[in-house]
């Protein structure tokens, strides 16, 4: 196994086009691995409702591994959005259904079959928080993805999770580059390996704390842009194959030009993805009036 995504999955709905799609950040990583020719796993909670049985269809038709994958009574996450100049605005969301109300907790016999991933991946949406020392019990490097609302950025947050992780990676948006050197040096300093920030169109910084690697964003014309969702999901899986590639181990850093090029292959990804609807299409239209209903003024991205 190449890749095993560990949490989060959520069905994206689409309320100015009732338009629904598959995804969340795990169950991307996955699906792009499995793009890309890896051999790629999800592990993870769904509902046992219509959105539980699309993530579970989607990670099938897409050639993921999801034997792993738990079903409990109750909903699927679900997130509502809208689509307003080629961006998305989120508006409401149940809190990540069972995925967080009742998380996957890994059975002991289950580290065996972790252990033969060459990575572990999970986020910051998935309650895997406490998962992440028996991951560190066993041999793959381990990306996080820490998002980019503050309350993952705390002293006590980074020093809770930072210490059992070989990648963090944190969506820096319009952060400055003392922002982004700040941010570095707390995560490394609270144990984390390296330390990736993405800044959208300025780029990205790959650092260890002691030294750091940017590299500029592939540009793609606002025009031509049909979806940002799932591009920070697309960078961090190009990135992680290529650094994988490059002989990442637990303890072993490729050398600063193999870095520099898994960087190149994050930000193609990325900009490769701005022309797909959803995180990976697969977009089916429903009729729910759960729904929060589509805002006449622009709202605001939480």
């Not at 969301?93 to 009742?102: F, I």
């Not at 490097?141 to 809770?160: G, K, M, N, Q």
């Not at 003392?178 to 941010?183: I, S, T, Y």
């Not at 990442?248 to 490729?254: F, S």
């Amino acid at each position: 196994m190449d890749i095993v995504a560990f949490g989060d999955n959520i069905v994206d709905r689409f309320v100015d086009r009732r338009i629904a799609y598959p995804g969340g950040n795990c169950v991307n990583v996955a699906v792009f691995a499995a793009d890309a020719g890896a051999d790629a796993a999800y592990v993870g909670v769904v509902g046992d409702d219509p959105a539980g049985d699309m993530v579970l269809d989607a990670l099938r038709r897409r050639g993921v591994d999801s034997t792993h994958v738990v079903r409990r009574h109750g909903p699927t996450g679900v997130t509502d959005l809208v689509t307003r100049d080629g961006d998305r605005v989120f508006l409401d969301w149940n809190d990540g259904g069972v995925t967080t109300s009742a998380p996957y907790v890994i059975d002991p016999a289950e580290l065996a079959w972790f252990d033969e991933a060459r990575l572990v991946h999970s986020s910051v949406y998935s309650a895997a928080e406490r998962e992440l020392p028996k991951l560190r019990a066993v041999g793959p490097v381990v990306s996080f993805d820490y998002s980019s609302e503050p309350e993952y950025r705390t002293d006590a947050y980074l020093r809770s999770t930072a210490p059992y992780v070989d990648l963090a990676l944190f969506s820096g948006g319009p952060a400055t580059a003392g922002d982004v050197a700040r941010l570095a040096e707390r995560a490394a300093g609270s144990g984390a390996g390296l330390v990736l920030v993405t800044r959208g169109s300025s780029g990205a910084v790959l650092t260890d704390g002691a030294w750091s690697i940017e590299h500029p964003a592939v540009v793609v014309p606002e025009d031509e842009i049909v979806d940002t969702t799932g591009c920070g999901d697309a960078f961090l899986t190009g990135f992680v194959l290529r650094l994988l590639d490059g002989g990442w181990k637990r303890g072993r850093v490729p050398a600063p030009e193999i870095c520099a090029d898994a960087l190149r292959a994050g930000a193609e990804r990325a900009a490769r993805q701005c022309y797909v609807e959803g995180a990976f299409g697969m977009g089916r239209p429903y009729d729910d009036d759960t729904a929060v209903a589509v805002p006449t003024s622009t709202p605001q991205t939480p």
